[in-house]
């Protein structure tokens, strides 16, 4: 009789384990679809004139009433400010689909997230400043296009009033006041700026706006970055809040601010104990719920908690804590995309994430189980975008239409829009017909064509 495999045994009981732990990120598609009308329902609560002010998703107006039309020409500037860079764009709209951009990032030094509005705008002003020099367009009067991509409620397509900080950031003496207004006083405080006009958008209208200018049938934008969110073009009817729905435009593009999905406990039905953990030691706690388990920000300490476990079972790494693991956020979404870019069956990447987690010695099954950890992390976050979007899908309700994506997970992590596409494939219903494209420079591009549309509307 053949001597049993120990090894092999112990493999497949270690793998087990790990599976087990790793369950409550893979769901059904039952379950999927329950998520898409979830948030429908809450869509229209957002959308809704008695229930906006309870909603978790507030569906906010973007006063973006129509799509550019790819005639837009000119000279404009865009400013965008996301996770930890601030982007300034020059871009030059010349003819039919030609443009040139220049382009610039600064980033955002941790302690300016956490400064006060005066030194945070300050700093926005600069950035500016040091981009107009290097391009020599002082001498240039700039319409500018400002991406500021948190929570914003706003009456125009010109003001702005910040509802809640996201993504790290609390800067004081913001929350309630109008951005636009402010980076204005900070401008006015240099005296060395010749902006016109300023005019203020969510990154995933820019997406949007900047997939729509190549693509008459997009509809619907969406970020998966540090956050998480989406913006649709709704019917102005449906529109409880528009004051004007029925004399303008017949269209509106909504703000959704997905991320705050599940604020009211609407996905507590699928939260496992690792997201409940991540809420508890996140820096809003109660907020972004949603963000919390599918944006780049968080899917690294979900990964790292979830190793934990499997490490405090025994199924991996000998049960040995290390310091390094032991450490919040030490697990980033880079790892991760690391890690799963590594072709199966090739440990080099993952031995590497484990020697600097302060693991010298670690086994192939070691390897294989924190690829399969971070396969169910990013997969459940890739279905879960899958769902709120294939909600908007059938509500925009168009035969065909384009979803124009960006943001550093969608372009980066790998198999992310395949994940995201063959879900979306699953779940909307067969008679509607779309597409997801990536928006090329989404955000920036796209406050430049706002900023240049509003101009032509001006006129
Ligand atoms: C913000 C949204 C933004 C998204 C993607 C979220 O944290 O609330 O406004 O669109 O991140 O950057």
Redesign the pocket.
Known sequence: MPKPDFTQYVIEANRRIVKDICKPFILSDGTYKRIMDLFLVDIKKGLGKYTHKKASVKCYMTFVEKLPSGCERGKFLSLEL??DVCRVLCVNLQGDDDFKIEWQNFDVPPEIKVDTACHFFDFLAQCLSDFIVKYDLQYDELSLGFT?????KQTSISKGILV?W??GYKVSGVVGHDVIALLQEAIVRRGDLSINDIIIL???TGALISCAWKHKEAKIGV?????????YLEKSKHIQLFKNAGNYTPTMVI?C????FGNDGALDFIRTSVDFTVNKNSMYPGQ?IY?KMV?G?YLGEIARLTLLDCINAGAMLKGILSKEILTPTAFKIHDMSQIELEEPGHYAITRKFFEKMGYKHTTNGDCDNLRYICSAISTRSANMVAACLACLVERVGDPYLIIGAD?SVYRSYPHYPSLLRNRLKKLVRGDFKFDVVQAEDGSGQGAALLAASTKKKKK
Do not use: D, H, V
């Open positions: 996301s996770g500021f991509a948190f929570p914003l809640k996201t993504k969510n990154n995933t970020l998966i970055s540090s956050g998480c969110n989406m913006c703000n601010e997905a991320g705050a972004q963000e944006s920000l943001g």
